[in-house]
C-alpha cells in the first residue's frame, strides 16, 4: 500500500505527534509498505529517507503550548506536488484542524482520507469559531481516529460526528530491554518534558521538592528536556539546588536507559493532555509512575491501578504520594508489574495493525462510502450521513 502521512509540527522540535508519526512510518515500513511523511523541517535539519520536507515552520501559540506550523500559499504548493509524486492509497492526516499542513491537505487531497485527532481542548473557542472555515474540508474525511476519550470528545464537542478511539502507540521492548544506567540510579526520581513550558508541571514538582528532601535528602531529581535551567531551580532553596541534576535533551536510547534507571517517574502535567506518551514509556521501561489525576492520565494509568495519580497543581499531594512511594518498595514493585502488563495494548503490534486495518476499510470501501452502501460503516469512523 502507498501511504502518505502529514505531520502538522516541525520534525526539529521534538514532540509527542512528531514522535507518533516517525513510529507509525516505521512499522508501516517494516511491513512493507511505501511511506512518505509530509512534515515542516528547517532546511538543515536530518530527515529519515521517507520524510519529505514541506518548509520552514513559523512558531503558532496551540493548545496552551506553542506549535511550530507551516502554512500559506507556497507550503500549499508543496502540498499539491507531494500528493500528485505519491499517488498515494491512503492518506493519513494528523490534527487535520490545527493551522498546517493537515489543513492544506484536507483541502488539496482526493481519494481515501484518514485523520488522527490529538487535541484534548473541551473550551476551543478557536476551534468553534473556525468551524465554517473547517468544514468543507472535514466532510472530505473518509475515518477519523482520536488518541482517547478525551480527544474524541473534543472533536464531537466541536466539530460533530465521532471517531473510533485508538491510542498513541509505543515499541514496548525497546524502553523494556534498555540496558540501566548506574550513574541515573539510587533513589532517583525522573522528569522529561519541556522545561519552559508551565502545563508541564515542572514548576509543581520544584514546589514539592523541599518537602520531598527534608525527607530524604539523598534523593535526586533528573530532568531530562529542553529549557532554562537556571530559570527552572530559581523558586528552590540555593542548598537544595545541587539535589537537581538537568541532562538537558536525550537520545530515544538515553530516554529508554533513563527510565530504566530511575525509582519513580513524576508527570505533574498541569492540564492539555489528551493522552499521555510518556506514561506508555515509563510504565514499558518499568518505572513506577505518578501522574496528576488528569482524566487522560487516569485512563491511561488503568484508573491509579499501573500508576499513582495526585491532586492536580497540589505540589503538597506530590510530595506525600512521592514519599510514600520511595519508602515502600513493594508498592513500586506492585505497580512495576501491574503497569508492564497494561502497557501491553499500547505496543505498535496493536495500535499499528488497528490502524492499517482503517486504511484497508477505507480504500476497500471508498465506493461504498460514498453511496452509505456499507451499513454502519459512517458511523463507526465518525462520518455523519449525508
Known amino acids: 500500500m502507498r501511504i502518505g502521512i502529514v505531520c502538522p509540527y ?33 532546511d538543515d535539519t536530518p530527515l529519515p529517507p521517507y520524510v519529505v520536507s514541506a518548509g520552514r515552520a513559523v512558531p503558532v501559540p496551540y493548545n496552551g503550548s506553542v506549535a511550530r506550523l507551516n502554512f500559506g500559499f507556497l507550503s500549499a504548493a508543496r502540498v499539491r506536488r507531494w500528493l500528485h509524486d505519491g499517488a498515494f492509497d491512503v492518506v493519513h492526516i494528523h490534527e487535520p484542524t490545527s493551522p498546517s499542513l493537515g489543513l492544506l491537505t484536507c483541502w488539496a487531497a482526493q481519494g481515501p482520507i484518514v485523520a488522527t485527532f490529538h487535541t484534548s481542548n473541551p473550551r476551543s473557542r478557536a476551534m468553534i469559531a473556525a468551524y465554517s472555515i473547517l468544514q468543507a474540508a472535514l466532510e472530505k474525511i473518509s475515518a477519523r481516529i482520536a488518541v482517547s476519550e478525551y480527544a474524541r470528545r473534543t472533536l464531537v464537542e466541536h466539530l460533530g460526528g465521532d471517531a473510533v478511539v485508538i491510542p498513541n502507540g509505543v ?62 531551580v530559581e523558586t528552590l532553596p540555593a542548598e537544595l539546588r545541587s539535589r537537581v541534576e538537568f541532562l538537558g535533551m536525550v537520545s530515544d536510547v538515553d530516554k529508554a536507559r533513563f527510565l530504566r534507571s530511575i525509582d519513580l517517574y513524576v508527570a505533574p ?19 513506577p509512575v505518578l501522574a496528576s489525576d488528569l482524566d487522560a492520565f487516569a485512563q491511561v494509568l488503568d484508573q491509579g491501578a499501573a500508576g499513582e ?13 512521592a514519599l510514600r512511594l520511595l519508602a ?17 495494548r499500547f505496543d505498535w503490534s496493536t495500535v499499528g495493525a488497528d490502524i492499517l486495518s482503517v486504511y484497508e476499510t477505507v480504500t ?22 449525508d
Open 309 to 321: 495519580l495526585f491532586a492536580n497543581e497540589d505540589a503538597d499531594a506530590l510530595a506525600d504520594a
Open 328 to 344: 515502600d518498595p513493594d508498592r513500586r514493585a506492585q505497580l512495576r508489574d501491574h503497569g508492564s502488563a497494561h502497557v501491553r
Open 171 to 232: 515499541d514496548v521492548d525497546f524502553f523494556a530491554k534498555a540496558e540501566p544506567n548506574p550513574e541515573w540510579q539510587g533513589d532517583t526520581i525522573g522528569f522529561i518534558g519541556r522545561i519552559d513550558e508551565p502545563r508541564k508541571g515542572l514548576p509543581v514538582l520544584m514546589k514539592a521538592l523541599p518537602k520531598i528532601l527534608a525527607a530524604r535528602p539523598q534523593t535526586r531529581l533528573l530532568v531530562a528536556g529542553r529549557g532554562d535551567e537556571e530559570e527552572a
Open 269 to 287: 502535567n498541569t492540564g492539555g493532555e489528551s493522552f499521555g506518551i510518556i506514561l506508555v514509556e515509563a510504565m514499558s521501561a518499568g518505572a
Open 10 to 42: 516541525s520534525w526539529d522540535v521534538p514532540g509527542g505527534v512528531q514522535f507518533h508519526i516517525r513510529d507509525l512510518a516505521e512499522y508501516f515500513v517494516r511491513l512493507g509498505h511505501e511511506v512518505s511523511v509530509l512534515a515542516p523541517a528547517d
Open 364 to 385: 476497500t470501501g471508498a465506493a461504498a462510502v460514498a453511496t452509505d452502501e456499507r451499513p454502519g460503516f459512517r458511523s463507526r469512523f465518525g462520518l455523519a450521513r
